[in-house]
């Protein structure tokens, strides 16, 4: 399996990073440690290795190339039901212009990717899947007393593989000069 997603800098990464692990370590849901803080670009699918990554590396550097760095804004936490914590990306207006631009390079130059057909909204999660449904009035209330704010410039953007056991970084793509317009 496969994903495409943005890994924050420094400090940024350390600090949501923290939150994980708190959250974590609060009510043993372990899917959202399994990944480093990201924003998800490309969901998880499946292709094999061996035909998809010769395919795959090059055209994505050459998609990085032609695009420039943008901001991502994060302020505070939401929820996705009552499964999935995350962290607000708030005017995501330019992460959601760069998700478009990839999705539609992807339909032309690697079909094999699948097309999402949720609409894109642009988070970093916490916790997902299997937070214990009794821990998440608790969860929901500390939450929602909690303030968080950070902004970063995106210079790249990550192609990562499970191997099986865990998600690895195949290749980072670092974004040409051009400015997203």
């Avoid at 350390?14 to 440690?33: F, I, M, P």
């Avoid at 929901?140 to 056991?165: M, T």
Wanted: glycine share 4%; aromatic share 12%.
């Amino acid at each position: 399996m496969y994903l495409v997603a943005v890994l924050p800098p420094e400090p940024v990464f350390s600090q949501v990073w923290a939150l994980k692990q708190e959250v974590q370590q609060r009510t043993g849901s372990r899917n959202a440690v399994r990944l480093p803080p990201h924003i998800t670009l490309i969901p998880p699918f499946r292709e094999v290795p061996a035909a998809f990554e010769p395919r795959a590396v090059p055209a994505l550097a050459a998609f990085a190339a032609a695009q420039g760095p943008f901001e991502v804004a994060l302020d505070d936490f939401a929820w996705f039901g009552n499964r999935t914590l995350f962290v607000h990306v708030s005017q995501p207006e330019a992460i959601q212009a760069f998700q478009a631009g990839l999705s539609a390079f992807c339909a032309s130059q690697l079909p094999e990717i699948p097309r999402e057909k949720r609409p894109f909204t642009p988070h970093m999660t916490l916790a997902t899947r299997d937070l214990p449904p009794a821990l998440v009035p608790a969860l929901r209330d500390d939450f929602a007393q909690r303030h968080f704010s950070a902004a970063f410039a995106v210079h790249s953007f990550v192609l990562f593989r499970h191997n099986g056991h865990q998600w690895a970084p195949v290749q980072e793509f670092q974004l040409g000069h051009q400015p997203i317009i």
